[in-house]
């Protein structure tokens, strides 16, 4: 059972960690939340989540807009995108705790390398794999359309011979807020089968600017998707990682169930953010080839977004 007193310090707190950092406080955590633009906005009104699954549910959190202002955390929950991985290092650093656990619930691979050497010794690094439909609908408020599993693995740290053990704890912290979550034995490989669903629709969803429910319904979009996730298949078989038979397929028909949903990162478009694309595309297109393998409609993929990415942000 996992003990309610432990200290979890939200950074980022936008759909991810909101909506993760809601529910552990429902479930009696001390959570703390690091904002920047909403901060004030949270910090007069708190957090509301409208959840198809969980209902209305509106707190009071405990907000800061400076890592300095924070208690030393025992758990950090990386919510922000890793284009801002950089940037927070020393607010996650700061808000530590000893033997603090990190875990980044962000998409991609090669997320937890970039970190890594900005974290101390004794600091533990745990990828989080999220399955969910979730987007920010204004400051404050965040829409949970469907699914919520959140899956772990542990990347570095003292512990790497009990990595699972930590792993583990941080499943059932999860799993005590009504989460499903699971323990990963072979982070690079969780990393690998979620960009099975991420390479094709978050892609496509900027480019097409489509989202998910007309991309199934068109015969060529639906065509393109699959010859996408075939492709991150290959990919993860070059670089070692042999995913499971028909997880592909398995994807598509979970989406083709799904209420129709905005990717992550047409939302970061449509707000000029930058696009994700170092981790969710370059990283793994550069992996494939070092392993002999080309990847032509990622590749295609990649380079029209970076171009819209460019063009959209000096605008």
């Not at 996408?228 to 078989?237: F, K, P, Q, T, W």
């Not at 297109?285 to 409609?297: E, I, M, N, S």
């Amino acid at each position: 059972m996992q003990v309610r007193n432990t200290r979890i310090g939200i950074i980022g707190s936008g759909a991810i960690g909101g909506f993760y950092g809601l529910m552990l406080a429902r479930a009696g955590f001390d959570v703390h939340f690091l904002l920047r633009s909403e901060y004030a906005a949270v910090r007069e009104h708190g957090l509301t989540l409208d959840s198809a699954l969980h209902g209305q549910l509106h707190q009071q959190v405990q907000a800061y807009a400076s890592a300095a202002d924070m208690p030393p955390c025992d758990w950090l929950l990386v919510g922000a995108k890793a284009t801002s991985n950089a940037e927070l290092a020393p607010s996650i650093v700061q808000a530590a705790a000893p033997g603090a656990k990190v875990v980044l619930l962000q998409n991609g691979l090669g997320v937890e390398e970039q970190l890594r050497p900005a974290l101390r010794p004794d600091m533990h690094l745990l990828g989080g794999l999220c399955f969910i439909c979730v987007n920010r609908e204004r400051p404050g408020v965040i829409r949970h359309q469907a699914l919520g599993a959140v899956n772990l693995g542990y990347h570095s740290g003292p512990a790497q011979d009990a990595g699972l053990a930590v792993v583990e704890e941080g499943a059932e912290l999860f799993r005590a807020a009504g989460i499903d979550s699971q323990a990963m034995l072979d982070l690079n490989q969780a990393r690998w089968q979620k960009l099975v669903w991420n390479v094709p629709y978050n892609g496509l969803s900027v480019l097409l600017k489509a989202s998910t429910t007309p991309l199934m319904s068109d015969p060529d979009s639906r065509v393109l998707i699959q010859a996408l996730m075939a492709e991150v298949v290959e990919g993860a078989r070059a670089c070692g990682q042999v995913l499971p038979d028909g997880y592909a397929e398995h994807l598509f028909r979970v989406t083709e169930q799904m209420p129709d949903y905005w990717p992550s990162m047409y939302h970061d478009h449509a707000a000029q953010r930058p696009l994700e694309l170092q981790a969710i595309y370059a990283e793994p297109l550069a992996r494939a080839h070092a392993a002999g393998c080309r990847l032509p409609r990622i590749e295609a993929l990649h380079q029209a977004l970076a171009f819209i990415d460019r063009r959209n942000r000096q605008a």
